[in-house]
T-cell receptor, first 109, second 116 residues
């Protein structure tokens, strides 16, 4: 069935370093959403990408959607301890979302 | 945060007992979802509802049933709990306008269920 693969599973960085997580699909995606879950919390919507090659920014976060709409990435510039959490991508599937397995980000102060 | 509550927030039960988790929303959203979250598996969809009394299965529906008799409430039932159902359960809601790509989902705080 449809599936999005997300890598890496874990990333441990020093505060101030950059971080990137990738989401890949074998099929063309209609759109992709990104969510963040803080430790002990619930997933919270970050952004939705719809157009081929789309790039959106939220402060230090940059989201990209591939030209072929089969992959997406989330890049965080100069990580802070507040960025700690698990980042999920999710693909649209007929009013449902199929989530990637997530990338857990740990930041050393 | 959207007006979503889940009850109970924590529950410990024994194998073979029935368990019902409740999700309540005050947003009048049409779509409601139940997920389970386990280490290494992300969020997996159990069941979802697209209206009152309209429900459908997700990818991990075996051992679970749901009911939605009112717009605001979506119940998840484990008829006979097993240890493999120990997990964190999240409810989510979405407006999801028909004909438009899936809307943002808003998640409840979660229920931590332990089956001994």
């Amino acid at each position: 069935g449809q599936q999005v693969m997300q890598i890496p599973q874990y990333q441990h960085v020093q505060e101030g370093e950059d971080f990137t997580t990738y989401c890949n699909s074998s099929t063309t995606l209609s759109n992709i959403q990104w969510y963040k879950q803080r430790p002990g919390g619930h997933p919270v919507f970050l952004i939705q990408l719809v157009k081929s090659g789309e790039v959106k920014k939220q402060k230090r976060l940059t989201f990209q959607f591939g030209e072929a709409k089969k992959n997406s990435s989330l890049h965080i510039t100069a990580t802070q301890t507040t960025d700690v959490g698990t980042y999920f991508c999710a693909q649209d599937s007929s009013y449902k979302l199929i989530f990637g397995s997530g990338t857990r980000l740990l930041v050393r102060p | 945060d959207a007006g979503i509550t889940q009850s109970p927030r924590h529950k410990v039960t024994e194998t073979g007992t029935p368990v019902t988790l409740r999700c309540h929303q005050t947003e009048n959203h049409r779509y409601m979802y139940w997920y389970r979250q386990d280490p290494g598996h992300g969020l997996r969809l159990i069941h979802y509802s697209y209206g009152v009394k309209d429900t459908d299965k997700g990818e991990v529906s075996d051992g679970y049933s749901v009911s939605r008799s009112k717009t605001e409430d979506f119940l998840l039932t484990l008829e006979s709990a097993t240890s493999s159902q120990t997990s964190v359960y999240f409810c989510a809601i979405s407006g999801s306008n028909e004909g438009v790509s899936t809307d943002t989902q808003y998640f409840g705080p979660g229920t931590r269920l332990t089956v001994l």
